[in-house]
């Protein structure tokens, strides 16, 4: 069951398989998820994996994530840590900060380590004028040694609202050299009601300034679930972004949880979809794209064939993190600014949520520590399982045996009990030698995930994850 030089991942859409399963889990950008992070991991456990990184075999690239929070209006379903302003004062002051949190982060990783990855996330990352992301590359460029351009990836998300192609023009001679447009749907009626305008003709000169730039990939965010969405209007949309030729898309479910997310109640719940409509949209997406060209990646991500993941995926390269599914595996990522989440060694950190408490750590000098999670033995060896399905849809046993020194079979004997449902709804095949998720199974990879996690037995009350579908 060797994962290399795989076929193209498929996906064999069955609204009824998805209909029931479809309940929260883990999105699994890290094992241990989130809310297994706790207080008693502060900011001295995470020095000490920075220190201890640098050292002989653990020294590994670097991957870097940039939160910048800031957007000028609330879009409606958006869970996401953001803080709405107009005020570009808002924008240099936390530039400031940065700065701050990069010189302490620097300090404690050998200069001779290659950042390979940067991510802008957010929030709205151009929010920030192209000077003043201009300087924040600077400042990173100052405090890190870049890698090599031609094998790094430089990424960015934007708001198509508020950029233009010269700003395109701007962030490639920066380096930049992928970017993510957020989108979610071009139909004027679920835009009126999510508070976001946004035209095809401003996205489509966005994605033309990319390629004209030499920018080497271009995302489209799409979300389905949203108030007032049909399956013509949704379908019109498909048929608009098509036509831009974006290299991957992301297509999420929205999330309606107005508890956790204040702009959330906003959105009138009796104009969402039903559990059958929201089944109905995200079948027409899979069916839509696939004939399309696009190669099913994973989780809520597509790419053409050409495109790195899609190669990645093909070679046994492929890895998922916090910023999604990479190519970069074998890195540490930090993760600066407010909320931001880093993963070093064995560790996982959380900054601070609240801005305040994040500046007040810094302006102690201290690393703007929240909570984390130091992995024990049976977390890694988890982790690995969890990955490796989540990125191919598949585990060899022998080879997870060897890496941590397990007879699988034995160590995982309740899990595997656990699949046997599955493997009667035909989403795994369990072998002697290991076990693979189905075509009909490609779209539940975070279900079969769900059954090597030890920590999904929590309290009752207001749910920590999602819905998978």
């Given at each position: 069951?060797?994962?290399?030089?795989?076929?193209?991942?498929?996906?064999?859409?069955?609204?009824?398989?998805?209909?029931?399963?479809?309940?929260?889990?883990?999105?699994?950008?890290?094992?241990?998820?989130?809310?297994?992070?706790?207080?008693?991991?502060?900011a001295a456990d995470l020095a000490d994996a920075a220190r201890a990184g640098n050292?002989?075999?653990?020294?590994?690239?670097?991957?870097?994530?940039?939160?910048?929070?800031?957007?000028?209006?609330?879009?409606?379903?958006?869970?996401?840590?953001?803080?709405?302003?107009?005020?570009?004062?808002?924008?240099?002051?936390?530039?400031?900060?940065?700065?701050?949190?990069?010189?302490?982060?620097?300090?404690?990783?050998?200069?001779?380590?290659?950042?390979?990855?940067?991510?802008?996330?957010?929030?709205?990352?151009?929010?920030?004028?192209?000077?003043?992301?201009?300087?924040?590359?600077?400042?990173?460029?100052?405090?890190?040694?870049?890698?090599?351009?031609?094998?790094?990836?430089?990424?960015?998300?934007?708001?198509?609202?508020?950029?233009?192609?010269?700003?395109?023009?701007?962030?490639?001679?920066?380096?930049?050299?992928?970017?993510?447009?957020?989108?979610?749907?071009?139909?004027?009626?679920?835009?009126?009601?999510?508070?976001?305008?946004?035209?095809?003709?401003?996205?489509?000169?966005?994605?033309?300034?990319?390629?004209?730039?030499?920018?080497?990939?271009?995302?489209?965010?799409?979300?389905?679930?949203?108030?007032?969405?049909?399956?013509?209007?949704?379908?019109?949309?498909?048929?608009?972004?098509?036509?831009?030729?974006?290299?991957?898309?992301?297509?999420?479910?929205?999330?309606?949880?107005?508890?956790?997310?204040?702009?959330?109640?906003?959105?009138?719940?009796?104009?969402?979809?039903?559990?059958?409509?929201?089944?109905?949209?995200?079948?027409?997406?899979?069916?839509?794209?696939?004939?399309?060209?696009?190669?099913?990646?994973?989780?809520?991500?597509?790419?053409?064939?050409?495109?790195?993941?899609?190669?990645?995926?093909?070679?046994?390269?492929?890895?998922?993190?916090?910023?999604?599914?990479?190519?970069?595996?074998?890195?540490?990522?930090?993760?600066?600014?407010?909320?931001?989440?880093?993963?070093?060694?064995?560790?996982?950190?959380?900054?601070?949520?609240?801005?305040?408490?994040?500046?007040?750590?810094?302006?102690?000098?201290?690393?703007?520590?929240?909570?984390?999670?130091?992995?024990?033995?049976?977390?890694?060896?988890?982790?690995?399982?969890?990955?490796?399905?989540?990125?191919?849809?598949?585990?060899?046993?022998?080879?997870?045996?060897?890496?941590?020194?397990?007879?699988?079979?034995?160590?995982?004997?309740?899990?595997?009990?656990?699949?046997?449902?599955?493997?009667?709804?035909?989403?795994?095949?369990?072998?002697?030698?290991?076990?693979?998720?189905?075509?009909?199974?490609?779209?539940?990879?975070?279900?079969?995930?769900?059954?090597?996690?030890?920590?999904?037995?929590?309290?009752?009350?207001?749910?920590?994850?999602?819905?998978?579908?």
């Amino acid at each position: 069951m060797d994962t290399r030089h795989a076929e193209p991942a498929c996906w064999t859409f069955d609204a009824d398989l998805l209909r029931r399963y479809d309940r929260p889990g883990p999105r699994y950008t890290s094992y241990p998820s989130a809310p297994q992070f706790t207080d008693s991991f502060g900011a001295a456990d995470l020095a000490d994996a920075a220190r201890a990184g640098n050292v002989g075999a653990s020294s590994r690239p670097l991957s870097l994530y940039v939160h910048v929070p800031f957007c000028h209006s609330p879009c409606f379903y958006c869970g996401c840590n953001r803080r709405i302003t107009r005020d570009p004062a808002a924008g240099a002051s936390y530039l400031a900060q940065l700065r701050q949190e990069i010189a302490l982060v620097a300090a404690l990783v050998d200069p001779r380590r290659p950042v390979v990855q940067l991510h802008l996330g957010g929030g709205t990352p151009n929010f920030l004028s192209a000077a003043q992301l201009g300087q924040l590359l600077d400042t990173l460029g100052q405090q890190f040694r870049f890698g090599d351009a031609a094998s790094r990836d430089f990424s960015i998300e934007l708001d198509p609202r508020h950029s233009t192609p010269g700003d395109i023009a701007a962030l490639a001679a920066m380096g930049f050299n992928r970017a993510s447009l957020g989108v979610q749907d071009f139909d004027p009626a679920v835009q009126a009601a999510i508070n976001r305008l946004q035209s095809v003709e401003e996205t489509a000169a966005l994605v033309g300034a990319c390629r004209a730039h030499g920018l080497r990939s271009v995302n489209i965010d799409l979300i389905y679930g949203l108030p007032l969405q049909t399956l013509e209007g949704f379908g019109r949309t498909l048929e608009q972004v098509i036509a831009m030729r974006p290299d991957r898309l992301a297509v999420y479910g929205y999330a309606h949880m107005p508890q956790l997310f204040r702009a959330q109640r906003q959105i009138d719940p009796a104009q969402l979809p039903d559990a059958e409509g929201r089944l109905a949209l995200l079948g027409l997406a899979v069916r839509t794209l696939e004939a399309a060209g696009y190669v099913y990646i994973g989780m809520d991500h597509f790419a053409l064939p050409h495109d790195a993941l899609a190669i990645a995926q093909r070679r046994g390269g492929l890895h998922r993190n916090f910023m999604g599914y990479t190519t970069h595996a074998q890195t540490d990522l930090f993760g600066l600014g407010v909320s931001a989440i880093s993963h070093v060694g064995d560790c996982f950190s959380q900054n601070h949520r609240d801005q305040e408490a994040w500046a007040a750590s810094l302006a102690g000098g201290a690393l703007p520590v929240w909570r984390g999670r130091r992995m024990d033995q049976d977390d890694v060896i988890r982790a690995d399982v969890i990955q490796r399905l989540m990125c191919h849809g598949k585990v060899e046993f022998d080879a997870v045996g060897r890496a941590h020194g397990i007879e699988f079979r034995d160590y995982f004997a309740p899990c595997l009990r656990a699949l046997a449902p599955l493997a009667c709804d035909g989403l795994v095949r369990v072998q002697p030698d290991g076990l693979e998720v189905t075509p009909r199974g490609r779209g539940l990879l975070r279900v079969v995930a769900m059954r090597f996690d030890r920590y999904l037995q929590v309290p009752a009350g207001a749910p920590h994850h999602s819905r998978a579908i």
